[in-house]
């Protein structure tokens, strides 16, 4: 998919530039929903004086999320959010000086929360393409590519799309492969595809280990820890560069740049001081995941 051209872009003054290479962020936990902590050792002054007055008068950032997409977003054994997002977001709370205040809500219904100002961000493992870019603003911070993920072993001998003609293919509701396999069906001719609609990624997954699908197509990030911790089992992913590489962000009101440029300054900081890595290396996330530049709507900032 075409990128559009830059619209938007963060002026940094050069004291600004150069705190951002000399503070540290010591590296924070993954936040509870009711998480009050701040740590003012960690506090990058220049970056919190970019957010909106209302934000800094109530001190606190309102987050949702769908915490369904293990290891980006899910909760533990004790019910609180976890995972890469949540712990990268509590790192940009640390340079904020600010709390999170998290929120769950359904995938297709994320766009929304942000759209009707319920919410101040998004934090999910959400695609910024071009059409959500017409309904809000993202900070992207992880880059995603899907795989094929089918029973082990391979019964059906699955390679390619061509392959899930006359299937039964499980996929997430909202997601960005619903528009794959719509774009794909015509090429399957009188044998389309039987997408199944799952309302979260495990259901997707779910139904795959349990044959009521043969294949899905899903990021291989969240298939391997699915496996690893046992909550995905008998299924395997078909080897390839994926689909639809794209990058993930998070999402924000198109009226609230001012919390949108704080946000992406404060993840470049995390960049530039280590810290983003840290939380990635935490969650084995590959390389090929990883942005060098925070960018805004597939953008680099300038």
């Avoid at 987050?63 to 369904?68: K, N, Y």
């Avoid at 993920?149 to 293919?169: M, W």
């Avoid at 911790?229 to 998070?250: D, F, K």
């Amino acid at each position: 998919m075409a990128r559009k051209s830059a619209q938007f872009k963060i002026a940094l003054p050069a004291a600004l530039a150069a705190s951002l290479l000399l503070s540290a962020c010591a590296a924070g936990t993954a936040p509870a929903e009711n998480d009050t902590a701040v740590d003012e050792a960690a506090i990058v002054e220049e970056i919190r004086q970019m957010l909106p007055e209302s934000i800094l008068e109530k001190n606190t950032i309102s987050v949702v999320t769908d915490p369904s997409q293990a290891p980006y977003e899910f909760v533990d054994d004790d019910d609180n959010i976890v995972g890469i997002n949540p712990d990268l977001a509590a790192e940009v709370a640390a340079v904020l000086g600010v709390k999170l205040e998290w929120a769950r809500a359904d995938f297709g219904g994320l766009i929304t929360g942000v759209t009707t100002k319920r919410y101040d961000m998004m934090s999910e493992a959400m695609w910024d393409t071009e059409q959500r870019q017409e309904q809000i603003d993202f900070v992207d911070n992880l880059v995603s590519a899907n795989n094929i993920v089918v029973a082990e072993g391979n019964p059906e001998g699955i390679k390619d799309l061509p392959d899930l003609c006359g299937k039964d293919v499980s996929t997430l509701e909202g997601s960005m492969m619903v528009e794959l396999f719509e774009e794909y069906q015509p090429k399957c001719g009188g044998n389309p595809i039987n997408v199944l609609i799952a309302p979260t990624t495990a259901d997707q997954l779910l139904w795959l280990s349990t044959g009521r699908a043969v294949a899905t197509i899903a990021n291989p990030i969240v298939t391997e820890f699915g496996l690893e911790q046992g909550s995905a089992r008998g299924i395997e992913v078909v080897p390839g560069e994926g689909y639809l590489r794209n990058n993930y962000g998070w999402g924000f009101h198109k009226d609230n740049t001012e919390l949108r440029d704080a946000v992406a300054a404060a993840i470049q900081h995390l960049i530039e001081t280590g810290v983003y890595d840290e939380v990635m290396d935490k969650w084995k996330v590959s390389d090929n995941s990883r942005l060098d530049q925070v960018e805004i709507n597939s953008e680099p900032v300038k």
